[in-house]
């Protein structure tokens, strides 16, 4: 019992099913305004905002909290293990084969929400809403025309500090002194990770606020009209999970499974959240932990974050063919194709935007030119509840790539990984 009550995952789990009941049963106290209005905090380090309900202020003060660790993580995890790799040919192949696994996957990803999407047509009886909110749509539809390579850069901060910390790493690697660097780097990447740490206990806090608020705001009675829509989604990411990136795993004969129970902790704060933000500092201590090398996990993890989006990627991919159905559109071969070129491209901009699932869908509705852009008033209800799904398959998949790679460059320690999975089924074991 002793073992239950000081487990994270019981605590987030129970924060979670108490977020849905409040939601559902009492909205009024969930949507408890506390601020007047939200407030923007900007750090060198981070921007985040702070909003303005009860439970949105509860869960953003923890993603916000956990935000302000991941700069700093990638900085140091990235700086310190091109150093201690030494070797920048080896950081400049890794980087090549991380991009490549990238496009490979979500290429595959892609293909797979539009089958799917093609063989079960959630979209078809689904009336569409006339006029919708078209305020909210112009406001997508506008950041979808201003978008940019550049301007996702530049809006990119982690993406940045992947730059900057890649440029520092060769720099100091070249400098005679690099060990002075490392002696004076690595104790405070302890330190950080130790207060990440303790930041982890408001997870319960951030789960519940984050659960409440989608709830509360959305309800569970917007799901009934597009109920086919939510379960093809859903059941298009599982395939995905369990069969891609199985297969992907068992390359290397690790075990799908085992590394999800690894890191469950993780995926439930992604649930309560929404965001894998929040457990992504976690996660590379743990892929570190499970026997993956630093240098790997520095810079497979963050540019995966940007450029490694396989549950955004499906989702994107069933949104476009689901409308087409509603407004009763006929792709033909060749437009299935321009969308597979089109969602190639805007999906690896999705990062980095704010609103950027609908941004994304917005810049591709606008480029094909054959369904009206009006459809995305039926998503606005439901996105919320898809968010989930998408931010947990981005964050599994970004888990896997690590693996996989860390696999490929012989830069894995299979002892550690054993070790970390046997302490996870004992701790699972006393538990019960």
Not at 125 to 133: E, H, K, L, M, S
Request: proline share 3%.
């Amino acid at each position: 019992m002793k073992r239950i009550l000081t487990n994270l995952t019981f605590w987030v789990l129970t924060a979670i099913i108490c977020g849905i009941l409040l939601g559902h049963f009492n909205p009024a106290a969930a949507l408890t305004p506390v601020l007047d209005k939200a407030v923007k905090i900007n750090l060198f380090i981070s921007e985040f905002e702070i909003k303005t309900t009860l439970s949105e202020f509860l869960s953003s003060i923890f993603i916000s909290s956990v935000k302000l660790f991941i700069n700093p993580i990638i900085f140091l995890t990235i700086t310190l293990g091109i150093i201690s790799m030494g070797d920048l040919k080896k950081v400049g192949k890794v980087g090549a084969k991380a991009l490549i696994y990238f496009e490979i996957v979500t290429t595959v990803a892609l293909i797979i929400g539009i089958l799917v999407a093609n063989l079960i047509r959630p979209g078809d009886g689904v009336t569409p809403i006339a006029g919708g909110d078209m305020t909210k749509i112009a406001a997508y539809t506008k950041n979808a025309a201003e978008f940019s390579w550049m301007k996702f850069f530049w809006d990119n901060l982690t993406l940045q500090v992947l730059v900057l910390a890649i440029l520092s790493g060769i720099v100091i690697s070249n400098w005679s002194g690099r060990q002075k660097v490392i002696d004076f780097l690595a104790p405070i990447s302890q330190k950080i990770f130790w207060a990440l740490h303790k930041v982890m206990y408001l997870a319960p806090i951030g789960a519940f606020g984050g659960m409440a608020f989608t709830i509360a705001k959305y309800g569970i009675k917007t799901l009934l009209p597009l109920a086919k829509l939510m379960a093809t989604v859903y059941t298009t990411m599982a395939i995905f999970v369990f069969v891609v990136l199985y297969f992907i795993l068992n390359y290397y004969k690790i075990n799908l499974w085992k590394f999800l129970k690894y890191i469950r902790e993780e995926l439930l704060i992604v649930l309560g959240t929404s965001s894998s933000e929040a457990a992504l500092p976690s996660l590379i201590e743990k892929l570190e932990k499970m026997g993956c090398s630093k240098s790997v996990v520095g810079l497979v993890v963050p540019a995966g974050y940007s450029f490694n989006l396989d549950g955004t990627t499906i989702y994107l991919s069933m949104a476009v063919i689901f409308l087409a159905q509603v407004f009763q559109v006929h792709l033909s071969f060749e437009q299935m194709l321009t969308i597979i070129g089109i969602l190639m491209v805007t999906s690896k901009g999705a990062a980095g935007v704010t609103g950027s699932g609908f941004i994304v869908l917005a810049s591709t509705l606008t480029a094909i030119k054959v369904i009206p852009i009006e459809g995305l008033a039926l998503l606005l209800g439901v996105d919320r509840f898809m968010s989930e799904a998408r931010a947990i398959t981005n964050f599994i998949g970004n888990g896997v790539a690590t693996i996989w790679i860390a696999n490929n460059e012989n830069a894995f320690d299979r002892a550690k990984m054993e070790l970390a999975f046997s302490e996870t089924a004992i701790l699972e074991a006393e538990s019960l």
